[in-house]
């Protein structure tokens, strides 16, 4: 499996069989040009969106026809077996940013999680739900999503092999989120790959939790 993060909240997965997923793609130049990561112009077969706000749902500028996959449930599409787990954007069960989904794939005997903006700490019942996890993709920049205190009690909550984080700041984002040393603070294995790629094999995956901090594509 092949993970490259073009920025924000949107990654491309690619399989081994050559499937190509993409997850939250954002709006180039939403919010008065506050997202400034350039325009993705990968064609896919699947497009994953977490929720419907622009800097996670620009499936209509994708190239391409891909198939759009919203909301909870369990669904196979081209052969990728997909979980959407139903939560929160704010602490505050919707009330302030609405509904969110998080979604686990089976891809290439692992599983991957990607947890869209991901507003509070996981319950019992959503860690269960969730499963099993062997590389997620989790924000930390809070704000809008949970920050880097609470993105460390959700890696504690799911316990995946190897960790990226995303939905931080960076010079192609001007929203008021932390950078992503304040997550990093703390940690002992952390990776910079120094590339916006990084390929993942299920017999070589880490025995204890791997931080991965990708560069952004665009």
């Known amino acids: 499996m092949k993970i490259k993060w073009y920025g924000h909240a949107a990654f491309l997965v690619t399989t081994d069989q050559g499937v190509k997923i993409i997850l939250d793609p954002y709006e180039s130049g939403a919010y008065g040009g506050q997202l400034a990561y350039g325009k993705i112009k990968d064609q896919v077969d699947l497009a994953l969106t977490s929720h419907d706000h622009a800097d996670h749902n620009d499936t209509k500028s994708l190239p391409g026809s891909p198939q759009v996959v919203r909301g909870s449930g369990s669904k196979?599409?081209?052969g990728i077996s997909i979980k959407g787990v139903p939560t929160y954007h704010d602490p505050s069960k919707g009330s302030e940013r609405g509904e969110n989904t998080i979604f686990v794939l089976s891809v290439d005997g692992m599983q991957l999680c990607h947890l869209g903006d991901l507003g509070h700490v996981l319950s019992e019942k959503e860690v269960n739900e969730i499963g099993p996890v062997d590389i997620l993709l989790i924000p930390v920049g809070g704000y809008f999503t949970i920050d880097a205190k609470e993105a460390t009690r959700v890696l504690d909550q799911i316990k995946p092999k190897v960790v990226i984080p995303m939905?931080?700041?960076?010079?192609?984002?001007?929203?008021?989120?932390?950078?992503?040393?304040?997550?990093?603070?703390?940690?002992?294995?952390?990776k910079k790959a120094g590339a916006s790629e990084t390929v993942f094999d299920k017999t070589s995956l880490p025995g204890k939790a791997e931080i991965v901090v990708l560069e952004h594509a665009l």
């Open 167 to 190: 939905h931080f700041k960076t010079n192609k984002c001007g929203f008021p989120i932390a950078p992503v040393e304040e997550f990093l603070s703390g940690k002992t294995i952390v």
């Open 76 to 78: 196979t599409v081209k």
